[in-house]
């Protein structure tokens, strides 16, 4: 009864349903996948093979939409794709790094630019202070070694370390960029507008213009 029972039981039929061959790193057909009876099953079995068959062409036709994926397949696709990227990720990747290296362009120009504004606000309560300094060098009140003259000097060396620079110089083309014009001579001494005279310094911090240059034009005659 025993040796009846170990002839009429099936070993066990084992089955790779793993889509992606774990050694090939390829995409398997569900065909492939599913596979015929390991060797050595009993030939008292050929009915539900055949049967099997039947069900195995039927799930052939199913596409690989409605494959399931298991762990290791999704394991296996992930360590391919590590050791050996694809064009289209190595694009990606390309991509996402110059996007970065633009992106801390930019935060550093802003930060730049924003700490330039900041200095700039506080430096620019000054600037009336350096007018005077500049009328009273015209008159000649800072000539020698006077404190006023010491005291101006170190003024103006202070806020040329914060990045003050003046601009405005008489003979210069005139520009609407950096000047201000409060009046103009018609003169047949120049082809262009120049700058007859600075009434005002203009001043620059970094790449933020304070104020501009209020000049008097010479502007040629028609």
Same mark, same amino acid.
Do not use: C, W
């Given at each position: 009864?025993?040796?009846?029972?170990?002839?009429?039981?099936?070993?066990?039929?084992?089955?790779?349903?793993?889509?992606? *061959?774990?050694?090939?790193?390829?995409?398997?057909?569900?065909?492939? @996948?599913?596979?015929?009876?390991?060797? $050595?099953?009993?030939?008292?079995?050929?009915?539900?093979?055949? @049967?099997?068959?039947?069900?195995?062409?039927?799930?052939? *036709?199913?596409?690989?939409? &409605?494959?399931?994926?298991?762990?290791?397949?999704?394991?296996?696709?992930?360590? @391919?794709?590590?050791?050996?990227?694809?064009?289209?990720? /190595?694009?990606?990747?390309?991509?996402?790094?110059?996007?970065?290296?633009?992106?801390?362009?930019?935060?550093?120009?802003?930060?730049? /630019?924003?700490?330039?504004?900041?200095?700039?606000?506080?430096?620019?309560?000054?600037?009336?202070?350096?007018?005077?300094?500049?009328?009273?060098?015209?008159? $000649?009140?800072?000539? $020698?070694? #006077?404190?006023?003259?010491?005291? @101006?000097?170190?003024?103006?060396?202070?806020?040329?370390?914060?990045? /003050?620079?003046?601009?405005?110089?008489? $003979?210069?083309?005139?520009?609407?960029?950096?000047?201000?014009?409060?009046?103009?001579?018609?003169?047949?001494?120049? &082809?262009?507008? #120049?700058?007859?005279?600075?009434?005002?310094?203009?001043?620059?911090?970094?790449?933020?213009? /304070?104020?501009?240059?209020?000049?008097?034009?010479?502007?040629?005659?028609?």
């Amino acid at each position: 009864m025993t040796d009846e029972q170990n002839q009429n039981h099936e070993e066990p039929v084992i089955r790779d349903k793993r889509r992606i *061959d774990p050694e090939t790193g390829e995409v398997r057909h569900h065909a492939d @996948a599913e596979g015929a009876p390991a060797e $050595g099953a009993p030939e008292a079995a050929g009915a539900e093979t055949g @049967a099997a068959g039947e069900a195995g062409a039927e799930a052939s *036709d199913l596409t690989d939409d &409605e494959y399931e994926l298991t762990v290791d397949d999704i394991l296996n696709a992930a360590q @391919a794709e590590v050791q050996e990227p694809s064009d289209e990720h /190595l694009a990606d990747l390309k991509r996402v790094t110059a996007e970065y290296a633009n992106y801390r362009k930019r935060t550093e120009a802003n930060r730049e /630019l924003e700490r330039e504004r900041a200095v700039g606000a506080a430096v620019a309560v000054l600037l009336p202070v350096l007018d005077d300094l500049d009328r009273a060098e015209k008159h $000649g009140d800072l000539e $020698g070694d #006077t404190p006023f003259a010491t005291i @101006a000097a170190k003024l103006r060396a202070q806020v040329e370390k914060l990045g /003050l620079t003046s601009f405005g110089e008489v $003979g210069e083309p005139f520009d609407p960029q950096h000047h201000e014009a409060i009046f103009q001579q018609p003169s047949d001494e120049v &082809e262009v507008d #120049t700058v007859a005279d600075v009434v005002e310094t203009g001043y620059n911090l970094g790449s933020v213009q /304070l104020r501009p240059a209020k000049v008097v034009v010479k502007t040629p005659q028609a």
